[in-house]
Nanobody, 112 residues
Framework: QLQASGGGLVQPGGSLRLSCAAA???????MGWYRQAPGKQRELVAT??????TNYADSVKGRFTISRDVKNTVGLQIRSLKPEDTAVYYC??????????WGKGTLVTVSS
């Protein structure tokens, strides 16, 4: 129900754009991205609400931008990538009724 795309191998300092499309999920209150680096817990990256209010992790502020492309599709523009941004990025959505959805994840590797 959540389809993410756009991951890949990028050199440090490079850019990448992730996209997430929600299908058959109605009344979405918030969508966003989490990530999980090897050996670490999953952490919030950025979220956007139904009224386009955004929230970012401190570690990505100024480098990551979340936006709504079309209804139920969000993009994450990533700039100035660092090796520590290497992780599996998971798309996330929460309905107004409280149900959470997770995508399968897309791998972003930052390496020279």
């Amino acid at each position: 129900q959540l389809q993410a795309s756009g991951g890949g191998l990028v050199q440090p300092g490079g850019s990448l754009r992730l996209s997430c499309a929600a299908a058959s999920i109605f009344s979405i209150r918030v969508m966003g991205w989490y990530r999980q680096a090897p050996g670490k817990q999953r952490e919030l990256v950025a979220t956007i609400t139904s009224v386009d209010s955004t929230n970012y992790a401190d570690s990505v502020k100024g480098r990551f931008t979340i936006s709504r492309d079309v209804k139920n599709t969000v993009g994450l523009q990533i700039r100035s990538l660092k090796p520590e941004d290497t992780a599996v990025y998971y798309c996330y959505a929460r309905e107004w009724g409280g149900t959470d959805y997770w995508g399968k994840g897309t791998l972003v590797t930052v390496s020279s």
